[in-house]
């Protein structure tokens, strides 16, 4: 079945294009953007009129907690995907520290089955680096990468040891394989809960220090120089590691970046109150941390917004603040709260925006998508810009509601979500 999408703003980085037209797509691929679709316009065919709304490539997740397999009281791959669509998301990249881990090829292998059966996004697997996500032992990579993993991560178990690192790297090097990295040196963050600061000291809770982040993520990307392997450097928070990595990539290190929209949206002191929902790892830091972001994101050192979509149940998250586990759920505001922030405020482009989250994310791990191009995967966005919604935990189609967002009034709503041709998530259209 053929659609045509009719008087959209398509806004698509990869191609330049910024301008109102018509697409037109055919069964799974891109067929056309035109000015005129009504050629395209015979036999069984749905248009849709999209005056006033924003198409773009589908966006890409690079880092998600599907929770599934063995946490499926906090997600599955069903609702993990379902909140992924009604968030803009056609794709998401799903990290390893499951139960089993992500950490042998029948359960990468597992993971995709249930996609296929009741997913609705595209699923990218990432597996783990060492096995069962130890402090030492590397998995069987080529194996996982031949059951489908698309890079390896050490996320949520920080690698302490250089030597892992190093080695770790050198393996995936030879396979082509990304190394993802969570960067926390473990020495410097034991018992702390929240960004080290005036506003932990004030709640009287141990706090993380920036440099806790950074001095990984300066080993990392000294590491990547060394081997020569790719990495990516998971959720950055910290104006020091937005200078590191500038510095890295400087150098030529194929090091790239995300960060997330909580480290430019919000600071430490949305803690207060011991606000378990604004308790993440790394930890919400400062305004000059979220000013630091925000200029790593312009200026390309950051190449891409990812969510960490980490749901946890509300009875895990009721415990004290020091107790309740690191995470926050970001499908289903992602991309609002971004919107807001940085495009409706003026300090981005809508285009440079979209690039973040589906063009660039694309390329960090060589995935489909992240572009129109006729023949690319019919995987879309619809956005209503002008679309002022207020966030209400309650409706999310995640199982989870950990957000810190709720009750924002945000502009930027996700109307339609296509992924493969089939239009996964409508809402109003
Ligand atoms: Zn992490």
Not at 258 to 273: I, K, R, S
């Amino acid at each position: 079945m053929r659609t045509i999408f009719r008087n959209a703003h398509v806004c698509d980085p990869s191609q330049g294009i910024d301008k109102i037209a018509d697409v037109v797509v055919d069964e799974v691929k891109v067929l056309a953007i035109t000015e005129d679709s009504t050629p395209y316009d015979v036999g069984s065919c749905e248009v849709i009129d999209c005056s006033g709304l924003v198409l773009t490539p589908g966006l890409i997740d690079l880092h998600v907690h599907l929770r599934e397999p063995g946490y499926e009281y906090k997600e599955d791959v069903a609702s993990g995907t379902a909140a992924a669509v009604a968030g803009g998301f056609s794709a998401v990249c799903c990290m390893p520290n499951t139960d089993p881990p992500l950490d042998e090829p029948s359960v990468i292998r597992g993971l995709l089955k249930r996609v296929e059966e009741v997913g609705v996004a595209r699923v990218y697997p990432v597996a783990a680096i060492t096995k069962g996500l130890q402090p030492e032992g590397l998995t069987e990579m080529a194996a996982l990468k031949e059951a489908g993993a698309v890079a390896v991560t050490d996320d949520a178990y920080p690698l302490q040891s250089a030597e892992v690192l190093r080695r770790g790297m050198e393996y995936a090097a030879q396979l082509g394989l990304t190394v993802m990295t969570h960067c926390e040196d473990k020495s410097l963050t034991r018992d702390a809960c929240m960004n080290e600061g005036l506003t932990a000291t004030i709640m009287g809770l141990r706090g993380m220090p920036s440099v806790a982040e950074e001095v990984q993520v300066a080993r990392n990307c000294l590491m990547s120089l060394y081997t020569g392997c790719r990495l990516h450097i998971l959720h950055v928070s910290t104006a020091g590691a937005v200078r590191i990595i500038r510095w890295a990539k400087e150098k030529g290190a194929p090091v790239t970046a995300e960060t997330c929209p909580h480290y430019f949206a919000l600071t430490d002191e949305a803690c207060m109150g011991y606000n378990t929902s604004a308790k993440m790892n790394p930890p919400l830091r400062t305004q000059q941390d979220c000013d630091a972001i925000i200029e790593g994101l312009l200026d390309g050192t950051i190449d891409a917004i990812a969510t960490d979509h980490a749901p946890h149940a509300s009875h895990e998250k009721a415990q004290e603040f020091a107790l309740a586990p690191f995470g926050i759920v970001g499908l289903e505001t992602a991309f609002a709260v971004s919107y807001t922030e940085l495009v409706s405020t003026g300090k981005m482009s809508l285009s440079a925006l979209v690039d973040k989250m589906s063009c660039q994310p694309a390329k960090v791990l060589a995935l489909p998508g992240g572009t129109l191009r006729p023949g690319s995967p019919a995987d879309i966005s619809l956005f209503d810009p002008n679309r002022k919604w207020t966030v209400r935990a309650g409706e999310f189609r995640s199982k989870s509601r950990n957000t810190p967002f709720e009750g924002w009034e945000l502009r930027g709503k996700p109307v339609l979500t296509m992924v493969g041709g089939r239009a996964v998530y409508r809402h109003g259209m």
